[in-house]
């Protein structure tokens, strides 16, 4: 008679193979999926429009932002960011001071932190404002001829050239909000976003009434108040 007890069935061994199918899990990519570098970056550019307050000194014109930071959580990014603005002059302040043209440029330093109200959502709203350093030149300038070449000849061109400007550094500060939308991911953990952004921008200007180089003397107001719209992409 055979003994019951020497047929021992061995108990079959879990799907995906056991202990090993454990371990792969916790290395792949399920764990990896709530990983976040905690630095930050942003590149963006656009245009900017003047308020009504600051219409009669100032115009139109075009930005470009540069920015890094950190992830401070989720939902807030602390960013430092340099931002550069080319806006032109209205004509009146230009023949003011006798020239045929004229620019402000504005150049920035500031901290600004960035809250997202919906960091893990394909699509997400937010807002941001800070403060810091500003710089404005504001330049008059006048075509004057100047030597030109090629590989074939040498001629002469007119080009606008600056004939005279002054500036002013002083703080300022923004406050603004925009829409982002993450790429990739199916869990949405992607860290690249496009985004559309408008801010307010106030940068603390003195009144300014002089003649720059000996032009003409012309009167701008205080403050520079202006709206940029900027678009890019953010990590």
Request: glycine share 16%.
């Amino acid at each position: 008679m055979a003994d019951s007890g020497s047929g021992d069935v061995a108990a079959p061994l879990p799907a995906g193979g056991g202990a090993a199918a454990g371990q792969y899990d916790n290395r792949g990519g399920v764990a990896q999926h709530g990983y976040r570098s905690r630095l930050a970056f942003v590149a963006g550019a656009g245009f900017n429009a003047p308020t009504e307050d600051s219409s009669p000194y100032i115009t139109w014109g075009g930005n470009f932002t540069l920015g890094a930071g950190q992830h401070i959580t989720n939902h807030l990014t602390l960013m430092a960011e340099y931002q550069f603005i080319d806006d032109k002059l209205p004509g009146r302040i230009i023949a003011e001071t006798g020239a045929t043209g004229g620019n402000a440029h504005i150049w920035s330093l500031t901290l600004d932190p960035v809250y997202d109200f919906n960091p893990k959502g394909h699509n997400s709203v937010y807002v941001t404002g800070g403060g810091g350093f500003y710089r404005k030149v504001t330049n008059f300038t006048d075509p004057q001829p100047a030597l030109y070449c090629t590989y074939y000849y040498c001629g002469t061109v007119l080009q606008n050239v600056v004939v005279g400007h002054f500036s002013s550094n002083q703080g300022g500060w923004n406050i603004g909000a925009g829409i982002a939308h993450r790429f990739g991911g199916m869990y949405a953990d992607s860290k690249m976003q496009v985004f559309a952004e408008a801010r307010y921008l106030d940068i603390l200007t003195p009144e300014v009434n002089s003649s720059p180089n000996g032009l003409g003397t012309t009167f701008v107001g205080a403050d520079t108040k202006l709206i940029p719209v900027t678009f890019g992409v953010r990590f």
